[in-house]
């Protein structure tokens, strides 16, 4: 998945200025109470203070992730010390908190704003500055460690490394080699870098957890679902239940998969669960090209990366946005390097520099359906960004209006542009190519970023979290958990058993998200249930399409639906937010409803 690298930064104040707060500039409304003009003059102060230093926290972030180097780790770990400091600042909190208790007197604009910095400022205890700084040191090493870690594709007897790999390269054998040799050492390669990040995690573990308990919470993993207004109890059983409603068809779709990976290899149909080299992906989170006819990379390996940027541009114009700021195109990292140059980042992340008009992406496009996914993907980030940075929103408010909102923009945009009728409209198809068989397309969706990836979102990956943050679960027991969530949740299992439960590794490890935007995945399973809901209300309610053959672009309402939701940021509940756009509350609806035709198709099967 992708991430969007503001939504991690903190925010921060000085305590000296906090004491100017009575003589502070405000825009207040005339009616305002004296309570309402104080907490306004208190967040307008705030406000200018956060801008500078997010500011700079994120140009420092910036060049780490663009041109890895000791010099810019250095840069990185001294600007989140200094943030960090000015986040959690007693003086801050106690303001905020003071002026909390008279809710009743303010703006419901102010509260949410109050709320919104009491959230940041709990990842950076003022009161324990040592705490503090040691997280922000911790976390400069782990992702120094992970973003320049040198993966090795084969090995000689020695140990010493005879072809070197990219990320890139290591997901190209998993995509495409028939070799099960090749592909298990691109599998294990992949890994390696797990047992170098366990002991950073693990201290990253231990203190991210005791800020979360000086902040109040049980663990780190309760302080981030408290960003959705819920309990963990709350979270855990919402995605329990989203997990077992979708389980039926996970089955069946995996099931078909598994015969065509056998047949693909020239072996049996294995017993119980699937080695994990046979998957085109290496956390199986997508099964990807298994469907031939359903797939897009042929007519796109053709075009430049240029042109991918360029067309994801256009989707955005042609539903009624405006052109990117040039600015975008100037300080974005969009293409991929030329090895043995700079080094930067492999993750597609977009980034809202200013929390204005300076919006860049972090990608490394190339061509194909993958990127060309990506590059939709990423833009609605960067579109959303610029839709909700505008006066009537608060600073601390431009964000989405919860973390998997942002998510479900990026990945709903990138469902739109995958659509039959838009291809063939705008000429990525020819307009008279014969479509494949839904059934056949429902199958390639179902196993790249929809049925598929539910089980591992909102099973694997958020049980382990919870199990570790939650449970505290000790080091020695991270492989053998990992591993019994992935065969339970995911029918997959590792290349060979005794790496199951070697306590020395740590296969959980190598995901991105667990060392650098931890305790948040289940933003991106929620992110499926209203990517789905928002996608069924445009194409039937708007477009009055099939939701599985349907153009965006056909249709200025939808550019105004879109604009009009984003541009909320986060001045409204989320919940409210969902309910008044699609006339429903958070539900697997719609996805089950879009899936239908594929699980009747299956049901016809023969049983694998």
Partial sequence: MFSIVSRSLRIGALSLALTACAVAPAVVRPEGTSVQAETQRFLDLHASLFRGQYALMVASEWAASTDLSPAHDA??????????????????????????????????????????????????????????????????RQSSTLDGFAFCLDRSTDGSCRTAATANDLDRVLRDSRDLTERRRAWEASKEVGKVLKPGLVTL?????????????????????????????????????????????????????????????????????????WIPDRWAQSWPGLVDSADLDAPLRGRSAEWTM???????????FDPLPQRFWEGSDLYALPAGGRQKNAHASAWHMDLDQDVRSLMSVEPGAEWFGTAHHELGHIYYFLAYSRPEVPVLLRQGANRAFHEAVGDLML??????????????????????????????????????????????????????????LSPEKWQPRWWELVERYQGVRPPEGARATDATLCDACTKTHLNDDPAQYYDYALAVLIRHQLHDHIARRILQQDPHDCDYTSNPAVGRFLRELMAAGATRDWRELLQSATGEPLSSRALRAYFAPLERWLETQEPR
Avoid: C
């Avoid at 360029?310 to 009624?320: C, T, W």
């Fill in 75 to 140: 840069a990185r770990t001294a600007s989140g010390k200094h943030q960090a400091a000015l986040a959690g600042d007693p003086v801050l909190v106690a303001q905020a908190r003071a002026l909390l208790a008279r809710r009743a007197e303010l703006l419901p604009i102010q509260v949410r704003q109050l709320e919104a910095l009491l959230m940041q400022a709990a990842g950076s205890p003022g009161n324990l500055p040592e705490l503090t700084r040691r997280l922000v040191e911790a976390q400069g």
């Fill in 205 to 277: 573990r231990e203190l991210r957890n005791q800020v979360a308990r000086e902040a109040g919470y049980s663990s780190f993993f309760a302080l981030q679902v408290a960003d959705y207004g819920m309990s963990t109890a709350e979270m855990m059983t919402l995605l329990e239940g989203l997990s077992r409603e979708v389980a039926p068809l996970y089955r069946q779709v995996t099931g078909w998969a598994r015969g065509q990976l056998a047949q693909r290899y020239g072996q049996s149909l294995p017993e119980g669960a699937v080695p994990a080299q």
């Fill in 310 to 320: 360029q067309r994801a541009e256009a989707f955005y114009v042609a539903m009624g």
């Fill in 415 to 472: 469902m739109a542009a995958t659509q039959p009728r838009y291809l063939r409209r705008t000429g990525v198809l020819p307009a008279d190519a014969p479509l494949p068989p839904l059934h056949e397309r429902l199958l390639d969706e179902a196993l790249g970023q929809g049925v598929v990836f539910l089980p591992w979102s909102a099973g694997v990956m958020s049980r382990f979290e919870h199990a570790l943050y939650e449970e505290n």
